[in-house]
């Protein structure tokens, strides 16, 4: 499931329709009913609460560096579910720690940006290798295209494998992500 969350009718928010429509990502309106508060967060949150205890999904993606977070990712944990966070580099340490595994989107580079600094990627990606497997929340920098997956992102990053299943026979394949067993 994919879903943005937020006031379309905002100034912030109107450019990212374009960015939605075309990666099928579902806009999720949510009015502000006051000046400085973000009603988003709480439908969010109460949404990714009804996900958890409705047992469809093994993990969520949070793409976000709001400390308002944190404990969400902290309750998706206890549950024994995989809590990725993606964000900017400003994120509070609560939240960083609070993931799985948090991936700073300025590490994120397009190919022509990748061409340029193929050696210091290489070297970054062999690092949060060994810096993964002993279960830290180190950033990754992978090279891969502007407009890829998240699932391809995953498959790119060295501490985790991907399965495509399919849970029935009408049913879409989806992608299944694990963490690599420790060596």
């Known amino acids: 499931m994919r ?6 009718t905002s100034t912030q928010v109107n450019p990212w329709k374009d960015e939605l429509l075309k990666y099928s990502v579902q806009p999720i309106q949510q009015f502000s009913y006051t000046t400085g508060k973000n009603s ?11 996900l958890l205890h409705g047992g469809m999904v093994d993990g969520f993606c949070l793409v976000s560096s709001d400390s308002d977070f944190t404990r969400l990712a902290q309750r998706i944990r206890e549950q024994g579910l995989l809590a990725y966070g ?35 990627a290489s070297a970054t990606t062999e690092a949060t290798a060994s810096a993964a497997t002993k279960a830290t929340a180190t ?10 997956k998240l699932t391809d992102l995953l498959k790119a990053h060295p ?5 495509s299943r ?12 694990r963490s690599k067993p420790s060596k």
């Open 3 to 8: 879903r943005a969350y937020g006031d379309s």
């Open 40 to 50: 988003a967060d709480s439908a969010l949150i109460i949404d990714a609460m009804d």
């Open 86 to 120: 993606f964000g900017e580099r400003n994120p509070p340490e609560s939240l960083v720690k609070a993931c799985t595994q948090f991936i700073y989107v300025e590490n994120l580079v397009g190919k022509e940006a990748a061409a340029k600094d193929t050696a210091v």
């Open 139 to 148: 950033p990754s920098k992978l090279s891969l295209k502007g407009d890829t």
């Open 159 to 163: 501490s985790y494998e991907t399965v």
């Open 166 to 177: 399919s849970p029935g026979d009408s049913n879409p394949k989806a992608s299944v992500v």
